[in-house]
């Protein structure tokens, strides 16, 4: 806690996304991932294999996004940097680390670049991921919106019309439902998406993103996570 707090009192970030909770998230994950990484790690594999199976079935690799990079937990970073000429990592904040991590390739750049809006920079890459972003994208406006759901729906879909109307191959992962479990009994379901479909998918497997007592005492949070790609 007290780490935390020291990282966040000292991390260099633009003062309006610190205010939004930007920088208090980032460092949230980053704190979660330290204490249920074994639990994260099949996740992490799943959506790195994902990526470099869309990255490997493509004629023309010259560049590729990431969408959504955040920590770099799932993205397979080395690999892609030696299959394209041109890797660029998105993200609305790039921690210091990740900046490091990033310099030490001379084929890697960094944009800071908020995702909810507009239409999506680098239209000329070879293949666009989006790296477990969608339901974050509205995780943090919607703090500040009224009617919620609505609201978060719509940023939702808006990403999903910039993923369909880039030239690029694209991969898509993005968890699809929320499960609150008992051991082996599923007590609760929640849609993140509120409705939105995102059909059929490539690959599916599951987040034990909160095995208890990180968000409960007894119950275990897990996503369903699918990867598609178009
Ligand atoms: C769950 S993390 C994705 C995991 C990430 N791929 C990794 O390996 O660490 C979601 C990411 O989306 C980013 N994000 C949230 N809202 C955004 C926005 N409006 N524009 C760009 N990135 C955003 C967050 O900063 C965070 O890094």
Redesign the pocket.
């Known amino acids: 806690m007290l780490a935390e707090w020291l990282t966040y009192l000292t991390t260099r970030c633009p003062k309006h996304l610190r205010e939004m909770g ?1 920088l208090r ?2 460092i949230g ?1 980053r704190s979660r991932y330290g204490r249920c990484r074994k639990a994260w790690e099949p996740h992490l594999r799943e959506t790195r294999n994902a990526i470099l199976a869309a990255a490997e079935s493509l004629a023309s690799r010259k560049k590729v996004v990431v ?9 397979p970073l080395a690999e892609l940097a030696e299959l394209f000429e041109d890797v660029v990592l ?4 790039h921690m210091p680390a990740v900046r490091r991590t990033g310099a030490k390739y001379t084929n890697v750049r960094l944009l800071a ?4 809006g507009g239409d999506l920079p680098e239209n000329d890459a070879d293949l666009v991921v989006s ?3 969608l339901t ?2 509205p ?2 406006p919607r703090r500040f919106a009224d009617e919620s759901e609505g609201f978060a729906q719509a940023i939702m879909a808006h990403h999903l019309e910039q993923l369909s109307s880039v030239r690029a191959t694209t991969c898509l992962i993005s968890e699809v439902e929320h499960l609150v479990c008992a051991g082996n009994q599923v007590i609760e379901r929640i849609d993140p998406l509120y409705g939105i479909s995102l059909g059929e998918p490539d690959r599916e497997w599951f987040w034990d993103i909160a095995p208890h007592p990180e968000l409960h005492r007894q119950y275990d949070t897990r996503y369903r996570v699918i990867a598609k790609i178009g």
């Open positions: 930007y998230e980032i994950t969408l959504g990079s955040g920590l770099l937990y799932d993205v998105i993200d609305i904040f670049h908020d995702l909810t790296a477990n972003l974050q994208l995780f943090i």
